[in-house]
């Protein structure tokens, strides 16, 4: 071994560790102390001197000479050995342990001297000091921050612009909806009690404040940095400044700051009535009414300075967001801001202010025991100059914009600000050709002064539809957006009725029936695809059965007899049997609601899903009736369904919006998508069925010149609505009409019968309705090329067909017979049209109509076949709740449209 590896002479008496023991103590750090040294700490744990000399007792180990080392300062390494250079000898310098007592760190941590987890607890002087820093760090920030900005120029910020909106043809429709609708008062001329509603509700220190509410903008910056939506808590200076000063409106932290200092540097510049002053004159309070006096007018009428209380505290609620204050409802924006629910918001927040002016001292209580019920509002659109369908359209267009704004990137704000190019997709030919053949027939068959008790409230809507694109072309909304603010195109709740039996014959064709000797899982999967020459009952008065062949009873046990057109049966006897074809012809509704159960409500349900028909107007599905259209869809998505059947089974959403502009450039353009809903010999088939009611059965009125149309009637029970649904390969349209009451104040409004308006007997989809839609499309159609429909290929099995009956067996005569035969009933003769009763004929418009009194329902509805009602009341129109929307967001109600 050589020189260097070998081991240094062991001392006597004990080896490593006696060594260690007697490692010299003249090193000056802490591992070198002598090791007895009075008050040492190893005296002061019983390990001194343990003979007569003092000599020092050896240890029993290796772990406990490194407790004792710990104890007496030296830290957990050995001493250097006597005679062995380097750092550890105590000839070489002072010892360099953890910290040693003359090494001095600016900060201290890991702390020196602690052991274990103490070692990792900083001190209270470390806490304090990044506390003073962070905070005096803050400080700096702010008074930098603070400094930096400037009170930006009101007047460049608040320009007022309108949005123009174009017709398909690039040309001109309307311009408005923008901030122009502002008219800037002084504070003179504002009601006092306008001032301390607001002060009131938003902001109670207004006069005393600094600008800011630090609670309000921790809250918002701390759901922002987690995610969330930014809360309410602003100041009147800090949304002052936002609405008038700020041109950036994003949610963002950095927006935030910026909008904190310069609050507070307006809180401190600029005096309070100015504040006040220019925050009620730039404030927005729906309606695209922004300013007080602008609010003033839009829902009372009359000046800001001449609002009374009540009124000034009602406009207060208006500041907290007007799509759900708004008493006139904007369920175009949102499904939930209902007419109902937002008198309720509105009462509710216009009496918390009013109580709070009294409890802060701005007004008395016995002026405020004045108001109690909301004030008396205008018509949303009494003062707009949109007038006629052009309130309609904008509407449409505004809603279809918002409910796809993640797409579309404008924003309900963005649009009040207004500066947008918006080009719809109406046909201003077509729009004003329709609201011609509408007025057409209500002039000259509708008089509410002649016929009060069956001509008032009587209402139409409309819609058209490209097939090609799933552009809408043009609507009907109703006589006048100033007058009706409804949109009747859009959504009205009326139930659609046989015109929903085009999606049961597309189930039928798709998916076909169930086999009835399978059980209901089997079943689903073996199937019989059905052909238009399929064979089913037309009996009045049927007795409707499961697909297993067994009774069908509803939740109390009860069965369901279903009643046809005028209580007639359709078809040859014993057996009653008319082909789907000659049932959709003359809509025969035993056959189709049979049908139905046979290939299941849920499959109908699909299909008319698959078409365009949003899935939140389906009503009824429970019920064998849901095949007669006991649903509501509004007439823009009928108009879309049928589209799909016109373009071979490719259904496109309708929509209303092409492109959307501002000055910075292209905001949104449409990009038409389609899925295939149907193979195209389905939809074909469906397309050739329909074409034969429009030729020879209850659709007659709709024939257009030289022109192929496909189309059904509908008309429900009780009379209650009418419906003519048609295309041609490049145009489809949905009329609808009925009776419904246009005046709030009256309570639990319902749909009407129609019995004997028009001073007809009663309304069908084959009357008034077709008669719209032939005229319409007469003019929207000239002089565009003639199309014809796909020939369909064959599809399908014929179901239910019976074997052929045996023959009648020759009689041989004699003398002895019978003077009077009495021979098998002779069969009655085939016929398309429905067999001979007492009850009416298709088309005799003018003769009673019994109906049926069985528990299917009576049904008077016309000769394009009613909806029979269940053995439970089935919820039409508004008592169903059902909540509708043209499924591409285009709304109707007040601003736009959500909802069919």
């Not at 910290?99 to 600016?106: C, N």
């Not at 082909?579 to 139905?596: H, I, K, P, T």
């Not at 009928?638 to 929509?655: E, H, I, L, N, V």
């Not at 003519?724 to 490049?730: A, D, I, K, L, R």
Request: aromatic share 8%; with cysteine; hydrophobic share 30%.
């Amino acid at each position: 071994m050589s020189e260097h590896r070998r081991k240094p002479p062991q001392p006597q008496g004990g080896g490593r560790a006696a060594a260690r023991r007697g490692t010299s103590g003249s090193s000056p750090g802490r591992r070198a102390a002598p090791r007895g040294a009075t008050g040492s700490p190893s005296d002061a744990y019983g390990s001194g001197p343990s003979g007569p000399e003092g000599e020092e007792r050896p240890y029993g180990g290796r772990a406990e000479a490194r407790r004792a080392a710990q104890r007496s300062g030296g830290g957990r390494r050995r001493a250097a050995d006597p005679g062995r250079g380097g750092r550890r000898s105590g000839a070489a310098g002072p010892a360099r342990g953890r910290a040693g007592a003359d090494q001095r760190r600016i900060i201290d941590y890991p702390r020196a001297g602690k052991y274990g987890w103490r070692r990792w607890v900083p001190s209270w002087r470390l806490v304090s000091g990044l506390c003073l820093g962070f905070f005096g760090s803050m400080v700096a920030v702010a008074g930098i921050g603070y400094a930096m900005v400037g009170v930006p120029n009101v007047a460049q910020a608040a320009r007022a612009q309108n949005n123009v909106y174009y017709w398909s043809d690039g040309t001109e429709m309307v311009s408005t909806g923008g901030e122009t609708n502002r008219q800037i008062i002084n504070l003179s001329q504002i009601p006092k009690n306008m001032r301390n509603a607001v002060i009131s509700q938003e902001n109670k220190t207004f006069e005393t404040d600094s600008g800011i509410d630090p609670k309000g903008i921790a809250r918002a910056v701390f759901n922002m940095a987690r995610g969330g939506e930014t809360q309410g808590g602003s100041t009147i200076t800090q949304q002052y400044v936002k609405n008038a000063m700020l041109d950036d409106q994003s949610q963002t932290v950095s927006r935030k700051f910026k909008e904190l200092f310069v609050s507070i540097k307006v809180g401190a510049s600029v005096p309070k009535d100015d504040i006040m002053e220019g925050y009620l004159n730039t404030a927005y309070y729906g309606r695209s009414a922004f300013g007080i006096q602008a609010a003033a007018r839009a829902y009372f009428n009359k000046d800001a300075i001449r609002l009374n209380a009540g009124e000034c505290a009602f406009l207060a609620a208006m500041l907290k967001g007007a799509t759900y204050y708004d008493p006139a409802g904007a369920t175009s924006i949102d499904p939930a801001a209902t007419e109902s629910a937002n008198k309720r918001r509105a009462l509710r927040q216009m009496q918390d202010t009013l109580d709070k002016m009294v409890e802060y001292g701005h007004l008395s209580a016995a002026e405020r025991a004045k108001y109690t019920t909301l004030p008396k509002v205008e018509n949303p659109r009494a003062n707009r100059a949109l007038s006629g369908q052009v309130g309609y359209l904008v509407d449409l267009a505004n809603g279809y914009l918002l409910n796809n704004s993640e797409t579309t990137k404008v924003t309900e704000r963005k649009l009040r600000e207004g500066g947008l190019s918006v080009y719809t997709t109406f046909d201003k030919k077509k729009v004003d050709e329709l609201e011609k053949a509408v007025k057409k027939v209500q002039q000259a068959n509708i008089d509410p002064e002649k016929r009060p008790g069956t001509d008032t409230h009587v209402q139409f809507g409309g819609a058209s539809v490209d097939p090609a694109t799933g552009a809408i072309v043009a609507i009907y909304g109703g006589e006048d957006a100033t007058k009706h603010f409804t949109n009747n195109a859009n959504e009205t709740g009326a139930q659609v009725g046989s015109t929903f039996k085009p999606f049961v014959l597309a189930a039928a064709m798709s998916w076909g029936v169930r086999d009835p000797d399978l059980g209901p899982t089997q079943a689903q999967d073996e199937r019989t695809v059905v052909s238009p020459k399929s064979l089913y009952s037309g009996e009045n008065k049927l007795k409707i059965q499961n697909y297993d062949k067994s009774v069908w009873h509803n939740d109390k046990g009860e069965e369901w007899l279903q009643v046809n057109d005028g209580d007639e049966t359709y078809g040859e006897a014993p057996n009653y049997q008319i082909d789907l074809r000659e049932a959709m012809q003359f809509s025969v509704n035993s056959a189709y609601v049979q049908l139905g159960m046979d290939v299941g409500l849920d499959k109908v349900k699909e299909a008319a899903v698959d078409a365009g028909v949003l899935e939140s107007s389906l009503a009824g599905i429970d019920y064998p009736s849901f095949s007669l259209g006991t649903s509501d869809p509004s007439a823009i998505r009928m108009a879309g369904s049928y589209a799909t059947f016109a373009a071979s089974g490719k259904q496109r959403d309708p929509y209303s919006v092409q492109k959307v502009t501002d000055k910075d450039g292209t905001l949104y353009e449409h990009e038409t998508q389609a899925k295939q809903a149907f193979t195209a010999k389905v939809a074909d088939n469906v397309t050739d069925v329909l074409k034969t009611v429009v030729e020879e059965g209850t659709g007659t009125n709709a024939q257009l010149t030289g022109r192929e149309v496909a189309g059904k009637t509908g008309t429900t029970d009780g009379n209650r609505s009418a419906w003519f649904v048609g295309y041609t390969p490049q145009l489809s349209t949905a009329i609808s009409m009925f009776r419904y009451p246009d005046d709030e104040n009256i309570k639990n409004r319902t749909f009407l019968e129609m019995y004997g308006t028009g001073n007809q007997k009663s309304i069908h989809g084959a009357s008034f309705p077709s008669e719209i839609w032939h005229d319409y499309m007469e003019q929207a159609l000239k002089g565009e090329p003639v199309r014809k429909f796909p020939v369909p290929e064959p599809i399908g099995t014929v179901v239910n067909e019976l074997p052929p009956p045996p023959p009648t067996p020759t009689v041989i005569e004699t003398e002895e017979e019978s003077p009077s035969p009495t021979p098998s009933p002779t069969p009655s003769e085939t016929t398309p049209s429905p067999t001979p009763s007492d009850t009416c004929r298709p088309f005799e418009w003018n003769c009673e109509d019994t109906g049926g009194t069985e528990n299917g329902g009576t049904d008077t509805g016309g000769t394009d076949g009613g909806v029979s009602t269940s053995p439970v009341p089935t919820e039409t129109g508004e008592e169903s709740g059902s909540s509708n929307g043209n499924g591409n967001g285009n709304g109707g109600g007040l601003f736009g449209g959500v909802d069919d």
